[in-house]
């Protein structure tokens, strides 16, 4: 069975620039994550899709931070424009829920690099 | 609202002795408490998980965590350890508000050095 997969692996761009990063979670699963790790530490959330709806973008900085999952499978997560703070690991993560709470499935993560 | 604390950012061990990576937890809620391993270059891989179920887990790779109420802790240990388990262990609690999914909450990891 394939992992969740994303892409690119790693980027680099310059400040200001756009970003955006895929994901591709594991075929069935419902629930799509994307996550923040920053160097050293653990991963935050930064969205939840249930299927093709946004449940939990309490912690998405959306001045510049944009998502979407218009089908309910595929996400893109976008950045513009992209800031030195923003270099991090990006986390994509996928599971099955029905109501109790199911393993979630990560990513190799892209890595970006904000120079 | 719901934390966890990892108390030691780096453990170093000899191959083939115990290993005890430490962890409190904070919830309002009863709480689901995971491990999550973290090899260099790749993904993020369960360990373990606490749902309510049995306090003693046993894991994957010979890992396990007792879930202590009257601690608030969920510390993971292995009785041997490889080579191998090299790598960033990451304590994890979610909260259940009448169940469902949630996002995870992290730890900020303990590094786990394998002297050999």
């Known amino acids: 069975e394939a992992g969740v997969v994303q892409s690119p692996r790693y980027k680099i761009i310059e400040k200001k620039q756009p970003v955006a990063f895929w994901c591709n979670p594991i075929?069935?699963?419902?629930?799509l994550y994307w996550y923040r790790q920053n160097l050293g530490q653990g991963p935050e959330l930064l969205i939840r899709?249930?299927?093709?709806?946004?449940?939990?973008d309490s912690q998405l900085p959306k001045d510049r931070f944009s998502a979407e999952r218009l089908k309910g499978v595929d996400s893109t997560l976008k950045i513009q424009p992209a800031e030195l703070g923003d270099s991090a690991v990006y986390l994509c993560?996928?599971?099955?829920?029905?109501?109790?709470?199911?393993?979630?499935?990560f990513g190799p993560g892209t890595r970006l690099t904000v120079l | 609202a719901q934390s966890v604390t990892q108390l030691d950012s780096h453990v170093s061990v000899s191959e083939g002795t115990p290993v005890l990576l430490r962890c409190n937890y904070s919830?309002?809620?009863?709480?689901?408490l995971f491990w999550y391993v973290q090899h260099p270059n790749k993904g993020l891989q369960l360990l373990l998980k606490?749902?309510?179920?049995?306090?003693l887990v046993k894991g994957i790779n010979g890992f396990e965590a007792e879930f202590k109420t009257s601690e608030t802790s969920f510390h993971l240990t292995k009785p041997s350890a490889h080579m191998s388990d090299a790598a960033e262990y990451f304590c994890?609690?979610?909260?259940?508000?009448?169940?469902?999914?949630?996002?995870?909450?992290f730890g900020k990891g303990t590094h786990l050095i394998i002297q050999p």
């Open positions: 993560a996928s599971s099955f829920e029905q109501g109790g709470l199911n393993e979630q499935f």
């Open positions: 994890v609690v979610s909260g259940k508000k009448g169940g469902g999914a949630d996002g995870l909450t």
């Open positions: 606490y749902t309510s179920a049995a306090t």
């Open positions: 899709y249930e299927n093709e709806e946004a449940v939990d």
């Open positions: 075929s069935g699963h419902n629930t």
């Open positions: 919830s309002s809620y009863s709480p689901s």
